[in-house]
């Protein structure tokens, strides 16, 4: 059981640091995708605002996704004011369900930007698979930290990241 629970630990170790190198350095990629009025947005520009920037994944059947940016939502004034952070939230519904995204936003009250990837030409530049799924760009537009999955609370170990990289 011993060398089982260390090769775990020895396992868990090396992906986080795999995923660490990962990471480092680099920027979003120069990918168009939509608003919710159509008009198109380059990804990159979000990286070149001298922000810290977190981008949320979600789409309106993840139920983990809407819980997640329902939590964000509630500490997001604090965060702007706190941290001069901005959050995107990142629909990948696809065509046929965007004028889901549109009502299911428009009863929430979020105060972030919502962009569309019907297409998942973003979600393939970023080369992940599941929602939710969250990056933190840094205010030099660098991606400092990713995250799949949401447990309630995490939010709080995305702020402790925001706080480690706006130093």
């Known amino acids: 059981m011993k ?12 992906f986080t640091m ?25 990804i990159s520009k979000y990286s070149e605002n001298g922000k810290m ?13 809407k819980k997640e940016l329902n939590n ?10 706190d941290y001069n952070v901005e959050v995107v939230a990142i629909s990948i519904d696809d065509s046929r369900n965007a004028s889901k995204v549109t009502s299911y936003i428009n009863g929430q009250g979020w105060e ?3 962009l569309l990837d019907a297409n998942s030409d973003l979600k393939r530049a970023l080369n992940f698979q599941t929602v939710p799924y969250t990056l933190l760009v840094d205010a030099k537009g660098e991606i400092v930290y990713r995250h ?6 995490d939010e709080y170990i995305l702020e402790d990241e925001i706080i480690k990289f706006g130093k």
């Open 112 to 114: 972030f930007d919502v």
């Open 18 to 42: 795999s995923l660490s190198a990962q990471t480092k350095g680099q920027k979003l990629p120069g990918i168009k995708i939509k608003d919710l009025s159509g008009k198109s947005v380059d």
């Open 3 to 14: 060398k089982i629970l260390l090769s775990l630990a020895v396992f868990t170790l090396v």
């Open 148 to 153: 799949t999955g949401y447990v309630e609370g």
């Open 53 to 65: 920037t977190v981008i949320s994944f979600w789409a309106t059947w993840c139920l983990p996704c």
């Open 72 to 81: 964000i939502s509630e500490l997001y004034e604090e965060w702007v004011e």
